[in-house]
Nanobody, 125 residues
């Protein structure tokens, strides 16, 4: 069982930055691929970024490539999402997710094993 708790959301002006963190419980954190998803008001949840168990492989949605960076610290059971050059369209609730594989995170979100409750990031224009 893995429990995920996100933090780091808040209000920022366009062009600014936020760093989200997701703390995971359990001793098996390092065996899971981790990902970030987001859901904007009135829209469906969408994939943002994923990282494999070792941190050596990452994958991003085109909309955030070059602006967002996902990373993890297995010693701290934490995954991060550094978000730079934020735009109003990045406003959303950001969710952390854990799954056994990158394929599961990026192609089968309905089957993802574990989700956090989300943290709200608001970007003002």
């Amino acid at each position: 069982q893995v429990q995920l708790v996100e933090s780091g959301g808040g209000l920022v002006q366009a062009g600014g930055s936020l760093r989200l963190a997701c703390a995971a419980s359990g001793r098996t954190f390092s065996t899971y691929a981790m990902g970030w998803f987001r859901q904007a008001p009135g829209k469906e949840r969408e994939f943002v970024a994923a990282i494999n168990w070792s941190g050596g492989g990452t994958y991003y949605a085109d909309s955030v490539k070059g602006r967002f960076t996902i990373s993890r610290d297995n010693a701290k059971n934490t995954v991060y999402l550094q978000m730079n050059t934020l735009q109003p369209e990045d406003t959303a609730v950001y969710y952390c997710a854990a799954d056994r594989t990158m394929v599961g995170l990026t192609t089968k979100p309905s089957g993802i094993a574990y989700w956090g409750k989300g943290t709200l990031a608001t970007v003002s224009s």
